[in-house]
């Protein structure tokens, strides 16, 4: 941090989750402050993050929020009607988000293992034509939700976000 403000090198940090137990607060605080100083705007998850740091930064302490987890809540709390529930078989429909492959292969061997009932939608983090095709590999069952013109989506066991913006899953 120090380096970034010598070369007048604006630093930001995003969705910090601060505690009063962590290192910056106890005895090395007045060294934590010294080197914190030169952090441009400081994005906090909560309150009590910011109450953290106010004193240090002041104004440029804001609250932004987890928006991974705010996100999710609100997409948590959006009532479901949508091509992935209209399958009266489908008891359940399990979306892996954010997937790299060894979390693909954990719900391979899940999938592998039967369970009746089980939609699986599998969001990659990287959604690129090389990321979809490793997922087509490990599930060549799978519908990419890019063909969902063409091909049923609601009886597809498998499902694969293969847009870069989906929000209508």
């Known amino acids: 941090l120090l380096e970034a403000h ?3 090198v604006p630093v930001v940090v995003f969705a910090s989750h601060l505690r009063r137990n962590q290192s910056y607060f106890g005895w090395m605080r007045a060294f934590w402050k010294r080197a914190l100083s ?7 998850q909560s309150e009590g993050s910011r109450a953290l740091l106010q004193g240090w930064l002041g104004d440029r302490v804001k609250i932004s929020g987890d928006t991974r987890a705010d996100r999710v809540l609100q997409v948590a709390e959006s009532p479901v009607d949508g091509p992935l529930t209209r399958n009266p078989e489908t008891r359940c429909v399990v979306v892996a988000g954010s997937t790299w492959r060894p979390d693909e292969l954990h719900w391979r061997n899940w999938l592998n ?3 009746v009932g089980v939609q699986l939608v599998i969001v990659p983090h990287e959604v690129n ?3 979809i095709d ?5 599930f060549p069952e799978a519908v990419c ?3 969902r013109a063409h091909t049923p989506v609601a009886d597809a066991r498998v499902l694969i976000r293969s847009e870069e913006h989906t929000s209508e899953l």
């Open 145 to 147: 939700w890019s063909e």
């Open 113 to 115: 293992a039967d369970p």
């Open 38 to 44: 030169p952090v441009f705007a400081w994005h906090v």
């Open 6 to 8: 010598e070369r007048k």
């Open 129 to 131: 034509a090389k990321r």
């Open 134 to 138: 490793e997922v087509r590999r490990l």
